[in-house]
């Protein structure tokens, strides 16, 4: 059966956590170029994928896969030989699936709710608590180590550090020193220049007038 994974990507959106990841596996991958701005995404033969319409997408061997930190952790299982997670008799395993889960159901929704003004909901009701618990706890997880499992890089980097680097970018996350530092160790990473100059040269290629 073919192995090749098939990533349907949109330049510029949260299908760039997938292809840094593919980046970091260096394994082979093919792209289904999508534009947002075209509506690619809602179109019947993308429905049939993806029913919310929405990227990323991952096909590989008859099953599509969605949710991009769902993804990259089915990536890392899916080829081991790439090392991007720790095994899953390893202890690591558990602050593996922890930063791998915080990031997407705990600081993703703080940041967005702080960023579009919609106010603070319950803290014992919200998942997140409250957006300076959630802020507090991603800067604790990457203090003091290179990486959120220490000295080894995994996919709970990618997961935790796109997060992180977009909330910074549209400022929906505070600058802070931990999370400066971090960033700066995540882009300064090949993987990363690669994804990123792929996607830019991908959304030029897709937008020529901007
Ligand atoms: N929870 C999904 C979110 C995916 C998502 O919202 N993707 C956006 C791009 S960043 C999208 O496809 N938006 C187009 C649309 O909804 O029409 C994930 O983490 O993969």
Request: charged share 20%; glycine share 6%; proline share 9%.
């Amino acid at each position: 059966m073919d192995n090749t994974v098939l990533l349907h990507h949109a330049p510029m959106s949260r299908s760039n956590i997938v292809l840094w990841m593919l980046e970091e596996m260096g394994i082979p991958y093919r792209l289904n170029l999508m534009s947002l701005q075209r509506q690619d995404q809602k179109k019947p033969a993308y429905l049939a994928i993806n029913p919310m319409g929405k990227v990323p997408a991952l096909e590989h061997k008859g099953v599509v896969v969605t949710e991009a930190a769902a993804i990259c952790a089915y990536l890392a299982d899916a080829f081991p030989e790439a090392s991007m997670a720790p095994r899953a008799d390893d202890p690591l395993r558990g602050p593996y699936y922890r930063w791998m889960f915080f990031a997407p159901s705990s600081l993703e929704p703080a940041a967005f709710d702080r960023m579009t003004g919609r106010g603070a909901p319950d803290p014992s009701a919200a998942g997140y608590g409250t957006y300076d618990l959630a802020v507090e706890t991603a800067a604790t997880a990457i203090a003091r180590t290179p990486f959120v499992l220490g000295d080894r890089f995994s996919t709970a980097d990618v997961i935790l550090g796109s997060h992180i680097i977009w909330g910074m970018m549209v400022k929906a996350l505070p600058e802070r020193p931990e999370f400066t530092a971090y960033a700066e160790r995540l882009r300064a990473r090949p993987a990363w220049q690669r994804a990123m100059a792929k996607n830019q040269e991908l959304y030029a290629e897709l937008h020529p007038t901007g």
